[in-house]
């Protein structure tokens, strides 16, 4: 009797795992056939700060017809599977606070770098007036001609800064998209490996679809 109840058991355990496997896929699909209003609404991308960097033309209708491509029923089915245990979410989890406190300090470190060029630009400016102010009329359009060849300098010298901040975010950027491509197919997640393709990289899966999880987009690196 008590091995017939086992057996039972064991089986009810079975359906409610595929009925899990099921909704999960379900969901997924979902998530495919809005693609397209995913992106548009800059949902679907890679791990930038918010409020950051304008949608690339990967956001066209033809973009979008080619992700929903590459996310195969296959693909998604062996997605659905990984995400049965929780496991996964778990490390979406810790991916994305890993990627929320890199985006703050790169943000904060930008602003830094802005302020330090507000403070040279006003310190610059109040040491021109002065100089204009002690100088002799007939000496002041030698002192402006100096005065701008100085500007220009300092102004060259706030855009090579800015320039290279900007280059070290976005690598810094790119660097979390590839651990967490890593960490993803380590961890066995269907459809995930290390790329520096764009429009792979482009894709992603917005969590928050799948019932009871975190909300974080995610680099899908598909091979298919």
Request: proline fraction near 5%.
């Amino acid at each position: 009797m008590e091995r017939y109840a086992g057996a039972l058991e064991e089986a009810m355990d079975g359906a409610r795992q595929q009925e899990r496997h099921y909704q999960l896929l379900s969901a997924l699909q979902g998530l495919v056939k809005e693609l397209p209003r995913c992106v548009a609404a800059g949902r679907v991308g890679r791990a930038v700060p918010r409020g950051g960097r304008a949608l690339s033309p990967l956001t066209a209708p033809s973009a979008c017809s080619s992700f929903q491509q590459r996310l195969s029923y296959t693909t998604l089915s062996d997605l659905a599977l990984a995400l049965l245990d929780g496991t996964v979410f778990e490390i979406v989890q810790g991916l994305l606070e890993i990627q929320h406190l890199t985006e703050k300090s790169l943000y904060n470190q930008r602003l830094r770098l802005q302020n330090e060029h507000r403070v040279l630009r006003q310190a610059l400016r109040q040491k021109h007036q002065e100089a204009q102010q002690a100088c002799r009329p007939h000496n002041l359009p030698v002192l402006q001609a100096a005065q701008q060849r100085e500007l220009e300098a300092v102004e060259h010298r706030i855009r090579e800064e800015q320039r290279a901040m900007d280059q070290k975010i976005v690598l810094e950027l790119d660097r979390k998209v590839a651990d967490q491509q890593s960490t993803l197919e380590k961890a066995g997640v269907a459809g995930f490996y290390v790329t520096t393709n764009p429009q792979v990289s482009a894709m992603g899966l917005p969590w928050d679809a799948c019932p009871q999880r975190p909300d974080p987009t995610w680099g899908f690196s598909g091979s298919l």
